[in-house]
């Protein structure tokens, strides 16, 4: 068994990469989310305080959540396991480096889709929502066949706050307060790879599925 990690921001479409690879490379898919549900179901002593923390209104701090992956680790897999939001934090990065050497488990492929601050910004601005259906479209890549009407239902299409840029680049400078420290750690790693996330989706399939073919 080994661990392989896919990092990306937000709307680079890292979690459809991942599910892809996923079926391609017949690996175990691990969210952090799914581990999180399992272990609170379960009863599990962890789970348990995880599920106090998130009742509290709290996020899951990362000795909880490394509590939890490392568990769910323990237990083992058949065939590789690929990480999709996990390690989110560089304190849960080097925790991993250490549980994985201490388990003798290797860690394969981390791979990063990369794509410009300045391109997911044009794609959030651009995006408008469907008042109605909620179907997406965006004003230069997928406009709709009349101006501000959904092509599917005739409703009017809004611009949801969350979608100025105002608001995308207070999201993006928390996340890169996080993420660029975790991000670092990772590119000095002999087994990192970066791919330009700034291609059609089939295209950064390809690039994706070329390097983990190598050997990790
Ligand atoms: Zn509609």
Same mark, same amino acid.
């Given at each position: 068994?080994?661990?392989?990690?896919?990092?990306?921001?937000?709307? $680079?479409?890292?979690?459809?990469?991942?599910?892809?690879l996923v079926e391609k490379f017949k690996l175990n898919h691990l969210s952090?989310?799914?581990?999180?549900?399992?272990?609170?179901?379960?009863?599990?002593? !962890?789970?348990?305080?995880?599920?106090? !923390?998130?009742?509290?209104?709290?996020?899951?701090?990362?000795?909880? /959540?490394?509590?939890?992956?490392?568990?769910?680790?323990?237990? @083992?897999?058949?065939?590789?396991? &690929? *990480?999709?939001?996990?390690?989110?934090?560089?304190?849960?990065?080097?925790?991993?480096?250490?549980?994985?050497?201490?388990?003798?488990? #290797? &860690?394969?492929?981390?791979?990063? /889709?990369?794509?410009?601050?300045?391109?997911?910004?044009?794609? /959030? /601005?651009?995006?408008?929502?469907?008042?109605?259906? @909620?179907?997406?479209?965006?004003? #230069?890549?997928?406009?709709?066949?009349?101006? @501000?009407?959904?092509?599917?239902?005739? $409703?009017?299409?809004?611009?949801?706050?969350?979608?100025?840029?105002?608001? *995308?680049?207070?999201?993006?400078? #928390? *996340?890169?307060?996080?993420?660029?420290?975790l991000l670092g750690f990772y590119e000095r790693k002999p087994n990192f790879?970066?791919?330009? @996330?700034?291609?059609?989706?089939?295209?950064?399939?390809?690039?994706?599925?070329?390097? *983990?073919? #190598?050997?990790a």
């Amino acid at each position: 068994m080994k661990v392989h990690i896919l990092l990306g921001p937000p709307g $680079s479409g890292k979690g459809t990469q991942a599910q892809r690879l996923v079926e391609k490379f017949k690996l175990n898919h691990l969210s952090t989310g799914d581990i999180l549900r399992d272990a609170v179901s379960k009863g599990t002593e !962890i789970g348990l305080r995880a599920k106090a !923390i998130m009742a509290s209104g709290k996020l899951v701090d990362d000795d909880t /959540v490394n509590g939890l992956v490392f568990a769910r680790l323990r237990q @083992g897999f058949e065939g590789d396991v &690929l *990480f999709d939001g996990y390690p989110r934090t560089l304190q849960q990065a080097e925790a991993l480096g250490e549980f994985l050497s201490t388990q003798m488990i #290797e &860690l394969g492929h981390v791979l990063s /889709v990369a794509v410009p601050d300045g391109v997911l910004e044009a794609r /959030v /601005v651009g995006r408008r929502v469907c008042s109605n259906c @909620g179907a997406i479209y965006h004003v #230069e890549t997928k406009p709709p066949k009349q101006d @501000g009407i959904c092509d599917l239902c005739g $409703s009017p299409l809004k611009h949801r706050s969350d979608d100025t840029a105002e608001a *995308f680049r207070s999201r993006m400078a #928390e *996340f890169n307060a996080t993420f660029q420290p975790l991000l670092g750690f990772y590119e000095r790693k002999p087994n990192f790879r970066s791919v330009d @996330g700034n291609l059609a989706p089939e295209q950064v399939f390809e690039s994706l599925v070329k390097l *983990f073919a #190598e050997c990790a």
